[in-house]
C-alpha cells in the first residue's frame, strides 16, 4: 500500500510475516534533488518484494536516494544493503551503528544479561538463533552517516531535525519537520502496541532514558506523529501520556510482586508480571519472549532502582532485587 500523507512524503507498508508487529510502515520523500526512504523492513524475500514494487511505483531513483534507520533493529535495517547504492548516504546514530555492523558485539552483548536476569543460559543461542532480528538482519557491511541530536537533513520541502530519543534502542533518532509539526516516531511512540523497552546489559537504564524521550518529545509542537508500525497517530500528546501510565502501572505491578521480603532476579519478577499472550502460562512461552519478557522486567527493576524504590545485590552473578 502506498498513501501520499503530505506533497511528496508517502507512507508505504511492508509486511513483517508471523510476527505481532505485522507492518513496518516505510516512509519516503520524494525531493527534486535526492530522496529519502525512512526504515527498511527486515532482510527477507516478503519485505524485499514489496519495497522494491514500492521504489518502482514511485519511480525512485536509488542512485538519487539516502536511507534513514531510525535504530538498529532489523524490520528497520535489515534491507539496506539491497536499497542502498554508492551515491547513497545511510544515517543512524552512533550508539546504533555498531549493532547493526557488528553483529556479534550485539549479542555477546546481550549474552552478558543471562546471569544478571537470572535467565537459564542453556536456551540463549537458540534463542537468538531463532529471534527474527537475528535471522532477517543486514548482512553487509554498511558505511553510515552518523547522526546526533539536533542534525539537520533537507529532503524536498521537509527540513528535518534530528531527535535523539534513547530508550526502545540506545541510539533511537526520530525526525522531526517543525514547519508541518510531523515527527517521524520510528519505534520511540507507537500507536496500537508498546515499545519494548528491555535492559540487557549492567550499565544501562533504558526505562529511565525513554520516559525523559517521552518528555522530551512530548515539548515539541506536533499534528501528526508517524511511527514505524501500525497506525498513524493523530493525538501525540494523548499517546505520549497513556504510554507513560503504561510504564507506572508496570513499575507498580513490580512492586507488588516484591511484598513480603521478597528477594528476585528479573526472570522470576517476569514469570509473575502479566503479559499479552495467549499461553497459559510463562513457562509456556517460546523462548525468545520469556527473554524479552525478563529484558523488560528488568528494565523496569532498573528503574525502581533509580527511583531509590528497590535494592538490587549482586549474589552469585545475579542481580537479586527487593524492596527498600
Ligand atoms: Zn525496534
Not at 543460559?121 to 546526533?148: N, S, W
Not at 542534525?151 to 522531526?176: E, K, M, R, S
Not at 497513556?242 to 507498580?252: G, Q, S, T, V
Request: charged share 25%; aromatic share 10%.
Amino acid at each position: 500500500m502506498i498513501q501520499e500523507l503530505y506533497p511528496g512524503l508517502f507512507r508505504t507498508t511492508i509486511p513483517i510475516p508471523n510476527n505481532p508487529l505485522k507492518e513496518l510502515n516505510c516512509y519516503i520523500i520524494k525531493g527534486q534533488d535526492r530522496n529519502l526512504i525512512i526504515d527498511t523492513g527486515m532482510n527477507r524475500p516478503e519485505c524485499e518484494e514489496v519495497i522494491m514494487a514500492n521504489v518502482k511505483e514511485l519511480a525512485l531513483d536509488l542512485a538519487k536516494t539516502d536511507i534513514f534507520v531510525t535504530h538498529m533493529h532489523a524490520d528497520h535495517s535489515g534491507l539496506i544493503a539491497h536499497l542502498a547504492t554508492g551515491s547513497s548516504k545511510v544515517y543512524c546514530s552512533a550508539q546504533d551503528e555498531p549493532m547493526i555492523n557488528l553483529e556479534e558485539s550485539f549479542f555477546d552483548k546481550m549474552r552478558g544479561f543471562i546471569p544478571l536476569g537470572g535467565f537459564p543460559a542453556d536456551d540463549f543461542d537458540q534463542a537468538v538463533r531463532m529471534h527474527p532480528g537475528y535471522k532477517y538482519r543486514c548482512r553487509e557491511y554498511i558505511h553510515f552517516t552518523l547522526l546526533e541530536d539536533g542534525d539537520q537533513l533537507q529532503y524536498g520541502n521537509y527540513n528535518l531535525t534530528v531527535i535523539a530519543t534513547p530508550g526502545h534502542t540506545a541510539g533511537h533518532l526520530c525526525l522531526y519537520e517543525p514547519n508541518k509539526k510531523i515527527l517521524f516516531s520510528g519505534d520511540h511512540i507507537l500507536g496500537d502496541i508498546t515499545p519494548n523497552i528491555s535492559l540487557h546489559t549492567a550499565g544501562e537504564d533504558p526505562l529511565t532514558d525513554y520516559l525523559a524521550s517521552l518528555e522530551k518529545t512530548r515539548r515539541l509542537a506536533l499534528d501528526n506523529v508517524l511511527p514505524a508500525h501500525r497506525s498513524l497517530i493523530p493525538d501525540g500528546y494523548a499517546r505520549i501520556e497513556e504510554l507513560k501510565k503504561h510504564h507506572a502501572i508496570r513499575a507498580n505491578e513490580v512492586l507488588e510482586i516484591l511484598v513480603g521480603g521478597r528477594e528476585m532476579n528479573a526472570y522470576q519478577v517476569a514469570a509473575e508480571m502479566t503479559w499479552d499472550m495467549t499461553y497459559d502460562s510463562f513457562e509456556l512461552f517460546p523462548i525468545a519472549q520469556k527473554w524479552f519478557a525478563a529484558g523488560e522486567a528488568l528494565a523496569h527493576l532498573k528503574y525502581l532502582e533509580t527511583q531509590g524504590k528497590l535494592k538490587r545485590q549482586l549474589v552469585d552473578g545475579t542481580f537479586l532485587f527487593s524492596l527498600k
